[in-house]
């Protein structure tokens, strides 16, 4: 094969949203055989400047040259017939299918005896050369549901090779990937630039990009602010571009707290994956709640709180001295519940800002025997923590679909400080939130802490827990099995912990 | 406010986008300004006092149905079983009545039954987790069966001077009772939508159920008492529409009934999947049905070709619903 040098370039490209320049006059250029990293914090435009050259949404300026020549781009099938394949944080997938069908779906190969019959075995031996290429051992024949999410991952870039792309964006890919799972990506996306690729990788993670990336582009509110080889620049000026600002030094955790218990839970047990939790959360400290992907932590939480039922346990609440037994359900009146995924239980998505924030304390808001509800007042608060937060949106009564992941994640937060519960638990509290917005939500958590919260922290990012923490339990087969103070918070211990290799 | 669009293409179809997706009340009230406008010009007799009573008084029977249909439509359900529950309702109360000669033993009776089978609905749809649709279209065949089986299919005559007198009479030799009915349940119940604690659950339970739970409303308990509320107003319609028409039979609303009431209440801002929707929004869309049916009665057309119109008129409203929410 002769090596084809291929060349993408996006030039001044410039689109607007109701109330928010999302990108202006932005251009980048992309050779195949090199990574390049597109980082910035949430709403500096890498999704739109990616979704524009998906084909999803349409440029109000600039233009697209693939090879010296212009293309439009004005549907994701047009992207597709230009070789631009959009591998999504969101997975799409027919999960009761196999993986052979998922990955040549929209291009099964032809059966030679039997008209409009597809070939099966055909199917699964194209699969597996693609999967070969890839360097990947999973087996073709099993179904799409049975695989890990990394797993699906890289079922998803095989289909891109399979409809023979040659540009290949990467949008956060790692955000719920295990670190084994990390690397055989990283592995992958090599394979695909050894192959020649235009590849494009959006990402949080400075330390990814410096792995993984050769060249860097740096968004900041809709505009290019630099680009480069990553070689050439350190990670701390990297960041200095993507926020504009030096990132401080971000505070530990306090460090006095009080031994004034607030809840306990008592061998709780819910099908194969929690037998038998035991744990008690104090007054004003953050209790990280560390585990590996599918160790239970989600779940653990949404059955205290009574989301999913419970098969047995005991949950105790400390109130003024008196001790309570309660039912899940009740407990979840006593909190706050930042979920793991905002858009599935976290936003009113098509409710404006100021509905999403009240939303949590209503009762409050309600006055007399006929619970009117108070409007002014709620929009009033909300205003309030607009400000406080430094929520960035046109406007309170602007719908929280249009505002970007930090915003609408510091939306949830201020539905919750509005209601100042005694036990805030905040699941994956910075997942999609950049850099900027991650450092102040790691402040609040710890002045509400400092304030008197008791506050359950769960991350699938160590560095948060082990910086926020005051105390870390550690999730593995279904039981807590470490607990770690002061020095043993630490990413080897955890992890080793996590890993099962323990001491 | 700063909700400006600062696009630099103008697109004719996002603007008219934009303007119905943010105040769902704009499309109701002008395409029934406009119908009203337009049939008035051509359609001789429409404008006629008599006529424009007549479809007042049209529209304070279905209204009620429709007042239910967006309770529950706001909380992400449906009800279809509301209009043979009307009969199911009726021909009890009815029959009670005429035995008794108590007007208030059968009114009574009349929304007992109708709540009774606003509870099954609630309960399966609220707390055992049943898909509204499937569970609304076997009551819908439950009340239908039950109101032939305890009539033997025979109408029930002889209901009591004064019930009729009450309810299907005109006030001031005027108004019709029954559009002075529905005007005090709509006002109430626009208020309870949109000032109440309630009215904000069933708006945020239809929006997102999930990220409601989390958020402390009791979803089980708004999703059932919309159940309740459109069975109450199947009772209402029970007793208005058996003093109407001075007689309580096992098929008072018509089948196509239904989808006039679902499709004045989607054309009034209401959504199938949730979270939208208004008393307001949805009388404009009843008007605008309402009007549609008479113009066909004036017109002479023929039921059949009305019922392929009105059912066309329904499919591009749930089309409009798809482009609105997408």
Known sequence: ?503 | MIDNIVTNKFSFAKYIKKLISDNTLILPISITIIAAVIFSLTVPNFSNIRNILNIFEQLGILGFLAVGMTFVMIAGGIDLSSYTVVSASAVVGATIMVATENVFLGCSLMLMVSVFFGTINGVAIAYLRMIPFIVTLSTMVLAQGFAIWFTKAQSIYGLPDIFIEIFSGRLFNFIPVPAILIIVVAIICSFVLSMTLYGRWLYLTGENEKTAEVSNINTQFAKFTTYIISGLMAGITAIVLSAVVETSTTSLVRDERLMDVIAATVIGGASLKGGSGSVIGTMFGLLFITMLGNVFNLLGVSPFLAMIIKGSVLVAVIGLDVFRTR
Not at chain 1, 448 to 468: P, T
Request: hydrophobic share 40%.
């Open chain 1, 1 to 503: 094969m002769t090596i084809n040098q291929q060349k993408l370039a996006m030039l001044n490209i410039t689109k607007s949203f109701p109330g928010v320049d999302a990108l202006a006059n932005v251009s980048i250029t992309a050779n195949s055989g090199q990574i390049m990293g597109l980082v910035g914090v949430n709403g500096a435009g890498k999704s739109t400047l990616m979704n524009i050259l998906g084909g999803i949404y349409s440029n109000d300026s600039g233009k697209i040259v693939l090879n010296n020549k212009q293309i439009h781009l004005k549907s994701p099938n047009d992207a597709a017939k230009n070789g631009i394949a959009f591998i999504h944080q969101d997975l799409l997938y027919f999960a009761s299918q196999t993986v052979a069908e998922n990955i040549y779906m929209t291009d099964l190969p032809k059966n030679n005896y039997i008209p409009f019959f597809t070939s099966k075995s055909k199917v699964i031996e194209n699969a597996k050369q693609v999967l070969d290429m890839l360097g990947s051992d999973i087996n073709p024949n099993s179904l799409m549901e049975e695989l890990s999410t990394g797993e699906k991952q890289i079922i998803e870039i095989a289909r891109a090779l399979a409809t023979g792309s040659d540009i290949v964006i990467f949008d956060e890919p790692t955000s719920s990937l295990s670190i084994k799972e990390k690397e055989r990506l990283f592995k992958v996306v090599r394979k695909l630039k050894s192959e020649n690729k235009i590849i494009i990788y959006i990402s949080h993670f400075l330390n990814e990009i410096q792995e993984l990336c050769d060249t860097y582009v740096v968004l900041r509110n809709g505009r290019l602010v630099g680009n480069g080889n990553v070689a050439d620049e350190t990670k701390n000026n990297i960041i200095r571009m993507i926020i504009g600002r030096d990132l401080l030094t971000s505070k530990s955790a306090t460090k006095e707290t009080s031994n004034e218990t607030v809840l306990e839970i008592k061998n709780l047990i819910q099908g194969n994956l929690l037998q038998g939790i035991n744990l008690k959360l104090n007054k004003g400290e953050v209790l990280g709640l560390w585990g590996l992907m599918g160790s239970g932590r989600t779940e653990l939480i949404r059955t205290a709180l009574g989301l999913d039922p419970m098969e047995s346990g005991e949950i105790n609440l400390y109130q003024k001295g008196d001790t309570n037994q309660v039912s899940p359900k009740q407990l979840l009146k006593h909190c706050g519940y930042v979920t793991e995924s905002r858009r599935i239980d976290g936003l009113f998505i098509s409710e404006p800002v100021w509905k999403n924030i009240t939303s949590g304390n209503l009762s409050h808001y309600s006055k007399g025997r006929l619970n009117l509800i108070d409007s002014k007042s709620e929009m009033q608060s909300a205003q309030n923590h607009i400000k406080n937060l430094k929520i960035k949106t046109p406007s309170h009564s602007t719908t929280i679909e249009n505002l970007s992941g930090g915003n609408q994640q510091k939306a949830i937060f201020s539905r919750w400080l509005d209601k100042r519960p005694k036990i805030l638990i905040l699941d994956e509290p910075t997942r999609g939130v950049d850099v900027g917005a991650k450092q102040e939500i790691g402040n609040l958590i710890t002045k509400l802490a400092q304030e008197g919260a008791a506050i359950l922290l769960i991350s699938s990012e160590i560095e948060e827990i082990v910086s926020l923490s005051n105390r870390v339990l550690v999730l593995r087969d279904g039981v807590i099995a470490h607990e770690a103070l002061e020095e043993n918070i630490n990413e080897v211990n955890l992890m080793s912990i996590a890993l099962g290799k323990e001491q």
